[in-house]
């Protein structure tokens, strides 16, 4: 039972009334008991907010329709996100019902790629608090701060943390990164149901290397250089080990956290504490459900494909762990698992005698002496696809002596069969490349998942044409259909949005008390199972338009898969009911007036 001074409400009913205390005004200025027009008569009576409002009632529909025409006037995506979040001051629940009735269309607008402007002008727009701002120069503060916040114990499911660090494609964003932590939220409550008052958006703040930010008078996050090394590492612990006492049956989902602290603190923490990095395992959790449907496709078994990923920072190797791990439970012997993988860097092919590989890039690494023996044509001798590190010049050298080995020169040599870029470079993959592949292909599976779309390695339009509509695409933004020869050809969007928010769920169910990794492949199962992609042009994954349903059905396999890997605390008695009364509706709740 949540218990607030204006009211009282039970959040693990989906049924629940909601208990008012509060009278006139108060009743209105809280996003939770308002609901303007839509009070009846006796409401208004009892709660005195006669002549408050125009008196006519009405219903929670035609709030949407009115809301949603003043949605549509607002101008730019900043500001219809403006509107949005407005809105959600003024009414949650209202928020809820327009955003779940078009979530397709505001998605891009309450996160990416909307949200990367939101938190560049955080500081500058700032107006209201939401959520709960933690700082390294006050650590004594961090247990007051998460109380603050005025939830008990049992209340919480979910607490989305960010350093704001590796903040989309915009880097190091400061204190701007709660809005990162909001949004994500918002994806889960409209997509899944989590209760919006079981949640917790959490910024973390560390300091900033942002120059531009540091000499802002208007910044509002702690004025220094972002701090690193043991006093981050203790922050981070305290932080952790605070949350995890105060909030048991939260899971902690890591966001946007920097290339050199994501990895180490997923491994750090995954097998003691219930904790999640969507940038990690959420996008290789897509990815993976992908590929699934594709290699579903093409008839050729996951273990014969060969992988070339460009891009190998921290979704680039969150993927190819992944797949790895797939094969390896499928039975693959480990050693050959991990031979099927190509990794490639800024600084071209990953081979072992590179100094700036990071631990979490090694594994990944191909011995010089296989190398040896390819047939490379780089730019000295002009053959060169101008793409030998992922700087795009072709020249620049890997530290070893040995000149970069370019994208070209891999898909020439490896011949692989699945193409994923996680590189941000835009237009990577070009055609001398796709047609090489599609060369010894039939059905090639590729994938340019880099946001935004300017930096997206290939457009589908072009893929489809370079391939004569044989390849299985699915793209990190959203693209229109591609009409060819006569089928029209649905772009499947690997948004994380398609995993996060039903593991979410699942995990809130069953309070499992860790994410594993079969919880993890669980959803991208259940995920590719909702998709025939075998009628000629179809998409590998489902619509955003369909979340909701997505949500539930990875929720029941990942709940599932906590049972049987005996980490589920409370395992589904009654699965579909189960899920299904734990996903909370944006619907005005029954008023108690006490």
């Not at 039970?10 to 609901?35: C, E, F, K, Q, W």
């Not at 835009?426 to 935004?452: E, Q, Y």
């Amino acid at each position: 039972m949540l218990y607030h001074n204006d009211y009282e409400l039970d959040t693990t009913r989906r049924d629940a009334p909601i208990r008012i205390s509060a009278r006139g005004r108060a009743v209105l200025a809280n996003p939770m008991t308002n609901r303007a027009t839509a009070f009846t008569v006796q409401e208004r009576r009892y709660l005195g907010l006669v002549g408050l409002m125009p008196g006519g009632v009405t219903s929670l529909g035609n709030q949407v329709r009115r809301v949603y025409a003043q949605y549509q006037s607002a101008k730019t995506p900043f500001a219809k996100h403006n509107y949005l979040a407005n809105l959600r001051d003024r009414n949650e629940i209202l928020f809820y019902r327009l955003l779940a009735d078009h979530i397709e269309e505001m998605m891009p607008i309450i996160y990416t790629p909307t949200i990367g402007e939101v938190i560049e002008r955080f500081s500058h727009e700032y107006n209201r608090s939401r959520g709960v701002f933690l700082s390294i120069d006050r650590p004594d503060d961090v247990e007051q701060s998460l109380r603050d916040y005025g939830l008990e114990s049992g209340e919480v499911d979910l607490i989305v943390l960010t350093d704001s660090e590796g903040i989309l494609g915009i880097g190091d964003q400061g204190i701007g990164g709660i809005e990162i932590a909001i949004g994500k939220l918002s994806v889960y409550t409209a997509a899944a149901g989590l209760h919006p008052r079981r949640v917790i958006p959490v910024v973390l703040d560390v300091g900033t290397d942002n120059l531009g930010l540091l000499n802002s008078d208007l910044y509002l996050g702690e004025r220094h250089a972002r701090v690193r090394g043991e006093r981050y590492d203790e922050f981070m612990d305290h932080v952790v080990q605070t949350a995890s006492r105060l909030f048991p049956r939260a899971m902690l989902h890591w966001e946007d956290f920097g290339a050199s602290n994501a990895h180490r603190l997923l491994e750090k923490y995954r097998h003691t504490h219930c904790t999640f990095n969507d940038d990690i395992q959420g996008t290789a959790a897509v990815a993976l459900a992908a590929v699934l449907a594709g290699v579903n496709v093409t008839g050729m078994p996951l273990h014969e494909h060969r992988v070339v990923i460009f891009g190998g920072g921290t979704a680039g190797i969150g993927i190819a762990d992944l797949l790895r791990d797939t094969l390896i439970r499928d039975g693959v012997d480990p050693e050959v698992a991990q031979g099927q993988f190509y990794v490639m860097g800024s600084k071209g092919l990953f081979v072992d005698d590179m100094a700036s590989l990071r631990e979490f890039q090694k594994p990944y690494a191909r011995t010089r002496d296989e190398v040896s023996t390819w047939v490379l044509s780089g730019p000295a001798n002009g053959h060169g696809n101008g793409h030998g590190g992922l700087n795009g010049n072709g020249r620049n050298g890997n530290g070893n002596g040995h000149p970069p080995i370019s994208l070209a020169d891999v898909v020439r040599n490896v011949r692989p069969t699945i193409l994923i870029g996680t590189s941000t470079v835009g237009g990577a993959f070009s055609k001398s490349i796709v047609t090489d592949m599609a060369a010894h292909c039939d059905r090639p599976i590729i994938m340019p998942l880099s946001n935004p779309t300017a930096r997206a390695e290939a457009t589908p339009a072009d893929l489809i044409e370079w391939t004569q509509g044989r390849a299985l695409i699915a793209t990190g933004s959203p693209f229109e259909p591609v009409d060819y020869r006569e089928v029209r050809h649905v772009i499947a969007q690997a948004n994380n949005a398609l995993i996060f928010p039903g593991l979410g769920l699942g995990v809130a169910a069953s309070d499992a008390a860790r994410v594993t990794d079969g919880m993890i492949v669980a959803a991208a199962d259940a995920l590719a199972s909702l998709v025939n992609a075998y009628r000629p042009g179809a998409s590998l994954l489902p619509r955003i338009s369909e979340l909701r349903p997505v949500s539930a059905h990875v929720a029941l396999a990942v709940a599932q898969a906590a049972a049987d890997e005996g980490v589920a605390r409370q395992p589904l008695q009654d699965p579909v009911n189960d899920i299904y009364t734990r996903m909370w509706q944006p619907e005005y709740p029954p008023v108690e007036i006490i």
